[in-house]
């Protein structure tokens, strides 16, 4: 203890108790315990500034509430934007999805249009069938069938299983009365550019070797052969439907027995109407299509069945004729005289390739290119 602390007298006390009543009623608070600051040095008694007051209750509730809010909302968003991500990629997904399936179903539905326009082509194609043998057959009126129908029972042909042409600017090389020594240059030529052809044969005179190799070479080379009678005497040929049905039969066996091939095309020797079979062709028609059969005709000619041999340069301008349309049958001659038709080729082809044309042989899936009729009467 200090010293001077130890022996105070009454004024002394009198005199402190006063002063801190002074400082007691200055700082009291109504209902507050009364505190006192240390004394300093001396015994003097500091003074302090009043302590901070705290931050209200209410107050700190509010900011705790509005930051809860705060985050819970951030939280909320931070879990939408989630949320819409994976609900965008869902939906990218479904829509390639939907996509693949749009077009798998176009795909499917032109699969369709196309059947069903093949359908219909092949329903045309029959209905003119049976009203070419409605039109042209001569059975009598209670049904009765003649009986060259009954003639011949493996004359008959096989069903076509391939493909449909139907105009697009193609040109068929067709030759008629082979085969010859020209058979074997026409070969080349047509190898040369790739091009596939038709030939019209004859039999009669074409039995020795050379013409049926020839034959075989021609089936070998992936062109159609087709028939154009036995003898393509006009009038052993259309003396009637069974002297034609016997032409044509004959030949349809010497084909199949020399190549091994079974026709299914053929061609009237002089086209479908000539001076000739005027008074049988409807029935020719009506029975061979019955059996299966096609013929064609042509809608363009080289023109050189004639006494003499044309120049090879008159013959390519005649074929080349056809250019225009869609769909050209041309029609050559393959005897031994015709070695300018050969000398031709090679002009016609380019002529049409340069004009866009394309090259097929005939066959029963060809759009028919035949004679206009007159109706009967």
């Known amino acids: 203890m200090r010293p001077e602390r130890m022996g105070r007298g009454p004024w002394q006390n009198e005199s402190r108790g006063t002063h801190m009543d002074h400082l007691a009623e200055h700082n009291a608070q109504p209902g507050s315990p009364q505190e006192f600051p240390p004394s300093l040095d001396g015994g003097e008694t500091a003074v302090s500034a009043a302590p901070a007051r705290g931050v209200p209750k209410p107050l700190f509730i509010a900011v705790a509430v509005l930051a809860a809010a705060l985050a819970a909302i951030c939280a909320w968003l931070a879990v939408c934007s989630r949320d819409q991500d994976r609900a965008m990629a869902s939906m990218r997904s479904s829509k390639e999805f939907m996509r693949q399936e749009l077009d798998q179903a176009s795909a499917g539905l032109a699969a369709v249009q196309e059947e069903l326009a093949q359908a219909r082509k092949d329903l045309a194609r ?97 062109h159609t052969i087709a028939m154009h009678s036995w003898t393509h005497d006009y009038k052993k040929v259309y003396a009637s439907v069974e002297a034609f049905l016997d032409e044509f039969s004959t030949l349809y066996q010497y084909i199949y027995e020399v190549t091994g091939v079974r026709p299914q095309l053929y061609r009237f020797p002089g086209g479908s109407i000539n001076g000739y079979d005027r008074g049988v062709y409807q029935e020719i028609i009506a029975e061979m299509t019955r059996r299966g059969f096609v013929y064609f005709d042509w809608n363009a000619s080289a023109q050189d069945a004639t006494p003499r041999p044309r120049p090879s340069w008159d013959i390519a301008g005649d074929c080349l004729k056809g250019i225009g349309r869609e769909l050209v049958v041309v029609l050559a001659h393959d005897s031994a005289a015709r070695g300018t038709t050969v000398d031709a080729l090679p002009a016609v082809i380019e002529g049409y390739q340069n004009a866009g044309y394309t090259f097929s042989a005939l066959h029963p899936g060809v759009e028919q290119v035949t004679f206009g009729y007159p109706k009967i009467r």
């Open 126 to 222: 029959a209905r003119d069938a049976i009203g070419l043998l409605e039109e042209y057959s001569l059975a009598a009126p209670d049904g009765t069938v003649p009986e060259y129908t009954a003639l011949y029972p493996d004359f008959y042909a096989p069903a076509w299983e391939g493909e449909t042409v139907s105009g697009g600017k193609v040109c068929c090389l067709t030759f008629d009365d082979g085969p010859s020594p020209n058979t074997d240059r026409v070969l080349e030529i047509l190898d040369r550019y790739g091009v596939k052809a038709t030939f019209f044969v004859v039999g009669a005179g074409k039995s020795d070797q050379a013409d049926q190799e020839r034959m075989r070479n021609i089936a070998a080379a992936g």
